[in-house]
């Protein structure tokens, strides 16, 4: 079924374009040839043939994509992107995301979109020549290299690995895990906490990125994760010993290392939480068509009272999904500081509402659901996993209460109409 769009009247033109024509491109030239682009989603053990094909017709909607003007809306349009401003990238997203993994045709593909708004942001002109550039023409691709084993992800100020300067080199030593795309990357950015004992790099303790080529001796990448049962995954487990880059290769300044994962993470939310509000609809969208046309018991599901509470909780978590995000995200527009407690609060409930509006899916198409021939069973298994990534949702919790406690504490309350 065709996402349906039309043009709103609260939105400007541009936007309203932009949408109209993702929407043109989702669904005449991705959604009907969705098991050609993606045959590896079935299950099935391709042949060579198979593969080379479906990287064909990859290449053929890339191409379309490029000639409609809507390649990698997150860059600027000195590296070839569309120099997208926020608010349009997150209504293109919604779109963009109801064909599950489409977004790659557009150019956006994680960790790299991530990794390339980050060395444009605090790259020097040389490491933007070395590896922005190569990362945006698609001859590398790269890595984020932040959370531990050891330590805890949802505490960034306990992160272990070191770099240690020596004369004029960074010496790297940790442990790492769940670093995506580990296995093609050519480079990661891993997180590191800075030790100068002549501090002319800045304060020791502090946190800096440093960009590590992944042949570089004693990057030990021992393993792809497996993960929800699958045997392995590109979600790779580094071991850095005794890793040494020149002092050149640290991305930003020593002590910029939250700010510039804070970059990565706080808008980036906004646009996860529409991908997650464009899965929500296609799950919706396939929930009700099934509705229409399976009969059960004599009469079709769709006149079962238990079918129609689905759709009516369904359509009320979209709704309310949505209403936050595009709410929260016009703060972040306006440089409203509240959007920080909006953002926190959007972050725990769109996961949660993209979860049960799936999981009602799952149960409406049956056995069918959970097969590989829709892409029902992977959005479950990923909106579970949005619950504990990009900061899970106690410590979100953590941030609203305080944010609100503080309001009372010092004698106001909180204006809910803002
Ligand atoms: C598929 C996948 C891909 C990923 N990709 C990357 C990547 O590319 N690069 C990267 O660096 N990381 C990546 N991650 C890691 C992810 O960012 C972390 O898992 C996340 O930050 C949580 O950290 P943690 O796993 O160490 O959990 P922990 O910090 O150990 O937290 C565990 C649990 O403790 C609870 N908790 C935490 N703090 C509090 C508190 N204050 N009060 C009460 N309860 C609390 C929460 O329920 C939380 O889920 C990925 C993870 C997954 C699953």
């Not at 020596?166 to 670093?179: N, P, S």
């Not at 991908?275 to 009700?288: P, T, Y």
């Not at 953002?343 to 979860?355: E, N, R």
């Not at 959970?370 to 992977?378: G, K, Q």
């Amino acid at each position: 079924m065709p996402i349906t769009v039309t043009p709103l009247a609260n939105l400007d033109e541009r936007t309203n374009d932009v949408r109209l024509r993702t929407a043109a491109l989702i669904n005449d030239e991705i959604l009907p040839r969705e098991g050609e682009l993606w045959p590896q989603r079935q299950g099935a053990a391709l042949s060579d043939e198979v593969r080379a094909r479906a990287r064909e017709a990859r290449d053929e909607v890339k191409e379309k994509v490029r000639a409609a003007g809507l390649w990698a809306p997150h860059l600027p349009t000195e590296y070839g992107g569309m120099g997208l401003e926020f608010l349009p990238h997150a209504y293109m997203n919604e779109i963009l995301a109801y064909a599950v993994g489409a977004a790659g045709l557009f150019g956006v593909v994680a960790p790299n979109s991530g990794n390339q708004k980050i060395l444009a942001k605090y790259g020097t002109e040389e490491q933007k020549a070395k590896w922005l550039l190569p990362l945006i023409e698609g001859t590398m691709e790269s890595g984020f290299s932040m959370t531990e084993p050891d330590s805890a992800g949802s505490d960034p100020r306990s992160l272990k690995t070191t770099a240690r300067r020596e004369g004029d080199e960074w010496v790297i030593d940790g442990h790492k895990w769940f670093t995506s795309n580990g296995k093609d990357a050519d480079f990661f950015i891993v997180m590191c906490r800075a030790q100068d004992a002549t501090g002319e790099e800045g304060r020791s303790g502090s946190m800096v990125q440093i960009i590590v080529p992944t042949d570089t001796p004693g990057v030990d990448i021992v393993r792809g994760i497996g993960i929800w049962g699958s045997p392995t995954s590109d979600h790779c487990e580094v071991i850095y010993r005794d890793v040494r880059v020149p002092l050149d290769n640290a991305l930003g300044r020593v002590g910029q290392g939250h700010e510039a994962a804070q970059d990565r993470l706080g808008a980036g939310r906004i646009y996860h939480c529409m991908n997650s509000v464009g899965q929500m609809w296609r799950a919706f969208d396939l929930m009700v068509e099934r509705a229409l046309t399976r009969e059960v018991h004599g009469g079709l599901l769709k006149d079962k009272q238990f079918i129609q509470g689905f759709i009516a909780d369904s359509y009320i978590d979209l709704q309310t999904a949505r209403m936050m995000t595009i709410a929260a995200a016009e703060k972040v527009d306006r440089g409203d500081p509240e959007a920080r407690t909006d953002i926190s609060a959007l972050k725990i409930y769109v996961p949660a509402a993209y979860s049960r509006v799936v999981d009602r899916a799952i149960q409406v198409w049956g056995a069918a659901g959970v097969s590989n021939d829709l892409p029902l069973s992977r959005m479950y298994l990923g909106a579970r996993t949005l619950r504990l990534a990009d900061g899970p949702d106690e410590v979100h919790r953590i941030l609203i209460a305080k944010n609100v406690l503080r309001r009372y504490e010092s004698g106001g309350s909180w204006d809910f109409a803002r």
